[in-house]
């Protein structure tokens, strides 16, 4: 668990202007409740869960509007319904859950929303017996309106074998090119480009995995990359034990099928149900495909965060025995990172540095509701600094029933001081350091005992600690807009 350290603030300031100051050398992020960190304006603090509704077993998805609204939409306990409800930026909600699809005999539980245009595209597949072409159980797309949302003449299946479970993933690239995948036979079945009719004209695509399985399929567009459109899922009952993993694959180049570094039969067979490969693009120039999963070593004992094609990955902290596993683009080519952790009853949440090289400080809430194996979470992306988790779990009592919450969170600054101890037979200029992953803070809030200046271009600001200062440790505190706070402490010796 991450703890919080907190210390009295005095504030001195003695007649050659010299500054009596606060700090310590290890910086820790402070917790959604900590006095350093900023809240929601007018809305609701991190870490603080909105109950909405019911729903079948498995996670929300989101979508960040133009206008920084996020929409959830899941299915509902409630058979062959979705439900949409929509949350404020301030984390409050802004429109209450109300049905967008019902009256179908059955709606796959992991639907995907995707940004077209202006407006997000449910792509989804189901059954609906009041209209034969909808009945076959096809990959098929719903737009928004004021009541139930109006599904497409169009497929993105020609297989229409429909599954509750979950249907797979969708993407759409720049261009607006629509693309599924699931898994279908021994592999994934995946077209690229919607068909005018449904069920789709002609063959799908096909993954071939001999003698394997295919699950947990989901889709990425690189859009600010090459612009291909990459699948990723979980390959097992391998003939050969050691076949078994997390598998990636450029659908539109055709490039081979490549296997993420440090996985195996461990990483796709904890939990029991997953939910889709965490799969996400960055938007920095140049792009790039990110996967996060379950190393191979024990039993999920930690997990990994990969660039696909790249030699290695690298290991997400705090993550061991975590379930749950979602990732999202965050801003300027950053990821958001959450996940369950069952020791703690916490979720976790973290943000990369810009080049997806590093994570920042941790932020955790606890668990709103009784969580087990099969926990879900999902995660906004985009530009906003802030992220929304949607969560999935088994509310208490004494029928436990999946329902789904969302709360928000907030990155995490970091604060280091140059000089960790110090003498007072003189004075001593200290400078504190802001970062986020890493990355250096403009404009941050610096509050030393009392005297606050903010970090320069350059993330840095500077003290003077003055001679004859009583020994100690003295506490700094970093702060800014959309950031948990943080501290350190600097010793002052004689």
């Known amino acids: 668990m991450i703890r919080h350290h907190r210390s009295a603030l005095i504030a001195t300031v003695i007649a050659s202007g ?52 996020t929409w959830l939409v899941w299915s509902s306990n409630k058979n062959g319904t979705y439900e949409l409800a929509k949350i404020a930026p301030a984390g409050t909600v802004a429109a209450k859950p109300r049905p967008i699809i019902k009256g179908w005999s059955g709606v796959t539980a992991d639907p995907t929303l995707l940004a077209h245009g202006s407006v997000p595209l449910l792509v989804f597949s189901g059954q609906d017996s009041t209209d034969p072409p909808l009945e076959q159980g096809c990959v098929v797309g ?71 399985h295919a699950s947990a399929v989901a889709e990425a567009n690189d859009a600010a990359g090459n ?29 081979p099928v490549i296997k993420a570094p440090l996985s195996g039969t461990e990483s796709v067979s904890y939990p029991a149900v997953p939910q889709r490969v965490a799969l996400a693009s960055v938007s920095r120039p140049g792009g790039g495909v990110y996967l996060a999963y379950c190393s191979n070593a024990g039993t999920c004992n930690t997990f990994l965060l990969w660039k ?37 009853n916490r979720v976790y949440t973290v943000r990369t540095n810009k080049a997806d090289t590093r994570f920042g400080a941790l932020a955790s809430f606890p668990a709103p509701c009784f969580a087990d194996g099969n926990t879900h979470l999902a995660l906004t992306s985009g530009s906003f ?30 604060i280091t001081a140059n000089h960790a101890k110090i003498t007072n037979k003189h004075p ?67």
Not at 244 to 249: L, Q, R, S
Not at 308 to 323: E, F, N, Q, R, S
Request: overall charge positive; aromatic content about 8%; glycine content about 14%.
């Open 385 to 414: 600094s802030r992220v929304e988790v949607g969560l999935e779990c088994l509310s208490a009592g004494a029928t436990t029933v999946p329902t789904i919450y969302i709360t928000q969170s907030q990155a995490g600054l970091t």
């Open 18 to 69: 010299a500054l009596l100051l606060a700090g310590s050398p290890a910086s820790l992020a402070a917790g959604p409740h900590s006095a350093g960190g900023p809240q929601l304006a007018a809305g609701q603090a991190p870490g603080t869960w909105t109950k909405l509704g019911l729903s079948q077993t498995a996670p929300p998805v989101l979508w960040r509007a133009p206008d920084d609204q």
């Open 142 to 212: 719903a737009l928004p309106a004021s009541g139930l949302w109006t599904v497409q003449s169009w497929s993105l299946s020609s297989n229409c074998v429909f599954s509750n479970v979950g249907y797979g993933d969708a993407a759409e690239n720049s261009k607006g090119t629509l693309s599924a995948a699931w898994s279908g036979g021994e592999g994934v079945e995946y077209r690229i480009g919607a068909s005018g009719s449904i069920p789709a004209k002609g063959p799908d695509g096909q993954i071939s995995l001999s003698a394997a």
């Open 308 to 344: 696909a094609g790249a030699k290695k990955a690298i290991t997400v902290p705090h993550t061991k025995l975590a379930i749950g596993l979602a990732m999202s683009a965050g801003p300027a080519g950053r990821l958001w990172l959450a996940w369950y952790d069952e020791q703690d």
């Open 227 to 255: 612009g291909d459109t990459y699948v990723a899922f979980y390959r097992f009952f391998s003939v050969k034990p050691s076949s078994d993993g997390v598998y990636v694959k450029d659908l539109t180049a055709g490039g």
């Open 428 to 494: 001593v200029k200290v400078t504190f350091t802001v970062t986020d992953a890493g990355d250096r803070v403009a404009g941050a809030k610096v509050d030393l005992r009392g005297t606050v200046r903010h970090t320069g271009s350059n993330g840095t600001v500077t003290f003077t600690f003055a001679k004859g200062l009583a020994p100690g440790g003295y506490k700094a505190s970093a702060s800014a807009a959309s950031y948990f706070g943080a501290s350190t402490t600097v010793k002052v010796v004689r």
